[in-house]
């Protein structure tokens, strides 16, 4: 039987960070993946970049690590407001694969947990087996040897792991947040986009650039709600001329890629139907990329380059933990013994209809404790990620990156502390 400290479900933001640290720590690390690559939200839904946070942020160790190893291979910059987060999701698939082998993590890919075996709500083992896409006989693979485990992950980002072990939800009134399937365009003129960009429109809260290395980066942003926005215009133009309809751009939002001189990453479509896929997504995306090349200057020869594999989820599955962490607590700064995430993020609510969406600003900084990442009714297992034991808003300002790397640090440690004074005391 394979013996493991710590078995983690999920390669994605939570989860990476999570193995890295506990590996490095001295646990005995297994992390399993459905994909044959790392990064999940970063790279499979191309949700780049990371945002920025708080100054005073906790469990970077993973996060600057990442930078450091991305920027030594041209696959990040530090953008003018001081934000590092911007990364090259193609390096970044290169960069963990080689973080996890430096710290000796075991790695499955195209992997999957099919069971679990447990006593008295504690985790015992896993099975593990293979994803096989081609089986449609119905029946359910052969098991694997178990895995022994001291403790069990769960970073899948829709608690997979938990709705197998029928854990407690907290998302009974199915708040929810719209979908996004984004994509990239390359063959863009990066210098003419942001200079044109930057003369129309003066609010620097939504547009800026600047220029790294001698390359040209920037963002811009528009949505249908009623505000103020400098594309306005164009955009009214574009739909009255059947570019694109008003479902297709409700929400645009775009920024340079880390290392490249000529590509551009879309935060877009913003998915108004749950019941809407990848195919009516992918159509969408044609008519927003023929809306650049025909009233972007800069995009006049530029190409969709990349799809995401996987759509960019903003909420999910939220487990009942030993504490729910409510937008009170958010709001109200409250102070925890064992806090995991220090952030001042927004609140950011999406909404499926126009003029219904929510960017709260917060004035103080706020804690994330550690016992919103232990499931209710089990003293060894955790969850990580979006899938955490958070109310629907505060869940809404805790599920970016640099929170969710902070999240798979922090119960690394935490974790690497408990096994270290349990042997100690043997």
Not at 122 to 146: C, M, R
Not at 232 to 252: M, Q, R
Not at 319 to 336: A, H
Request: net charge neutral; charged share 20%.
């Amino acid at each position: 039987m394979n013996k493991y400290d710590i078995v983690i479900a999920g390669g994605g933001t939570a989860g990476v960070s999570c193995a890295y640290t506990a590996a490095k720590l001295g646990l005995k690390t297994l992390l399993i993946e459905k994909n044959t690559f790392l990064g999940g939200s970063i790279t499979s839904a191309l949700v780049i970049p990371a945002m920025k946070t708080s100054a005073n942020a906790i469990n970077t160790d993973f996060f600057n690590e990442l930078y450091k190893n991305l920027f030594e291979l041209g696959g990040a910059i530090t953008y003018s407001d001081g934000n590092r987060g911007w990364f090259n999701p193609e390096l970044t698939k290169i960069v963990l694969d080689k973080m996890m082998s430096d710290v000796n993590v075991d790695v499955l890919f195209e992997t999957h947990i099919t069971n679990i075996n447990s006593i008295n709500n504690k985790i015992l083992s896993v099975y593990i087996d293979k994803i096989d896409d081609n089986n449609t006989n119905g029946k359910q693979p052969a098991l694997s040897e178990p895995i022994e485990t001291r403790y069990l992950v769960d970073a899948t980002g829709d608690a997979k792991i938990c709705q197998k072990l029928n854990c407690e939800f907290l998302n009974k009134n199915c708040e929810t947040q719209p979908t996004s399937l984004r994509f990239i365009m390359s063959g863009v003129n990066s210098p003419k986009f942001a200079e044109w960009i930057m003369n129309l429109d003066s609010n620097r809260d939504i547009t800026t650039s600047c220029s790294v290395n001698g390359r040209t980066y920037c963002s811009t942003a528009y949505t249908w709600d009623s505000a103020k926005w400098a594309l306005t215009p164009l955009v009214d133009k574009a739909i009255a001329d059947g570019t694109v309809e008003k479902e297709d751009i409700n929400y645009f939002q775009l920024f340079s890629i880390a290392g490249t001189h000529d590509s551009i990453a879309f935060n877009c479509p913003r998915l108004l139907k749950e019941t809407e896929g990848y195919s009516s997504a992918r159509i969408r995306i044609l008519r927003l990329s023929a809306f650049c090349k025909k009233y972007l200057p800069g995009f006049e020869n530029a190409y969709i380059s990349s799809i995401a594999n996987s759509l960019g989820i903003r909420v999910s599955n939220r487990v009942k933990g030993k504490y729910i962490y409510t937008i009170d607590d958010l709001l109200t700064s409250k102070k925890f013994e064992n806090p995991v995430v220090v952030s001042n993020y927004p609140v950011d609510v999406h909404s499926y209809d126009k003029n219904s969406s929510t960017l709260q600003k917060v004035f103080k900084e706020y804690e994330l404790p550690l016992e919103s990442l232990q499931v209710e009714g089990y003293n060894n297992l955790f969850v990580i990620g979006r899938c955490i034991s958070a109310d629907f808003k505060a869940q809404a300002a805790l599920r970016i990156i640099p929170s969710c790397f902070s999240m798979g640090e922090g119960l690394a440690k935490y974790l690497a502390k408990i096994i270290g004074n349990c042997m100690n005391i043997l």
